[in-house]
């Protein structure tokens, strides 16, 4: 059975300074790996998607993540931090030759400080 | 509308009581999705539908816990005999799951907040 481990629950930063939310997954066969965000008292948002092809993948506000197969990881990157970013974030994995159903972390809280 | 809405958006009940929660997915969406939040954890998938039929259920709790997708599009779940821990919010999802060009995004609801008293 696929599973996601988020290993933080919380990431703190100071606003400027580059932000890593680590992810690391377990698939019997080939991920797609997902990053959704969730503000205060709304649904998720889909950020960013790792399918095929190059490892390092750009999504929605200024958000990257890097696919490491031998890692088995998919950390959430961001050059420079903004206050506005500090939500809960969740990252989640298909299986591809499983049943459609993502299957979600636990979640990481990003808290950036001005 | 744009987006998956689901009604109510706060529910209150009492211990015992039978609850339904509504989900109308985005438009042309087959797969329909409901997942359960607790309180500081990550959505807990519970069943997913594409089109009229249930295609996982796996994740439903037990048997006080029930999905309807009659014609396809609206999606009922429903909750017998409510206990305290049945509080949390409940979020229903689409997506093109099974469609060409599908690749696994799912577009999710605000979410609908269930309180057994």
């Known amino acids: 059975a696929q599973s996601v481990a988020q290993p933080e629950d919380q990431v703190n930063v100071a606003e400027g300074n580059p932000l890593t939310v680590k992810c690391t997954y377990s698939?019997?066969?080939?991920?797609?790996l997902f990053w959704y965000v969730q503000y205060p008292n709304r649904g998720l948002q889909f950020l960013l998607k790792?399918?095929?092809?190059?490892?390092l993948v750009k999504g929605s506000y200024g958000f990257e993540a890097e696919f490491n197969k031998s890692q088995t990881s998919f950390h959430l990157k961001k050059p420079s931090a903004l206050v506005s970013d500090s939500a809960l974030y969740f990252c989640?994995?298909?299986?591809?030759?499983?049943?459609?159903?993502?299957?979600f972390g636990t979640g990481t809280r990003l808290q950036v400080f001005p | 509308g744009a987006g998956v809405s689901q009604t109510p958006s706060n529910k209150v009940t009492e211990k015992g009581k039978y609850v339904e929660l509504r989900c109308d997915p985005i438009?042309?969406?087959?797969?329909l999705y409901w997942y359960r939040q607790s309180l500081g954890q990550g959505p807990e998938f519970l069943i997913y539908?594409?089109?009229?039929?249930?295609?996982?259920d796996s994740g439903l709790p037990n048997d006080r816990f029930f999905a309807v997708r009659p014609e396809g599009s609206v999606s009922t779940l429903k909750i017998q005999r409510t206990e305290r821990g049945d509080s949390a919010v409940y979020l229903c999802?689409?997506?093109?799951?099974?469609?060409?060009?599908?690749?696994?995004?799912?577009?999710f609801g605000e979410g609908s907040r269930l309180t057994v008293l």
């Open positions: 698939v019997s066969g080939n991920p797609y």
């Open positions: 790792y399918i095929t092809g190059d490892n």
């Open positions: 438009s042309g969406h087959t797969a």
């Open positions: 989640a994995v298909r299986d591809m030759t499983d049943t459609d159903k993502l299957i």
């Open positions: 999802a689409s997506s093109l799951g099974g469609t060409s060009g599908y690749t696994g995004e799912l577009f």
């Open positions: 539908f594409q089109g009229t039929g249930a295609a996982d």
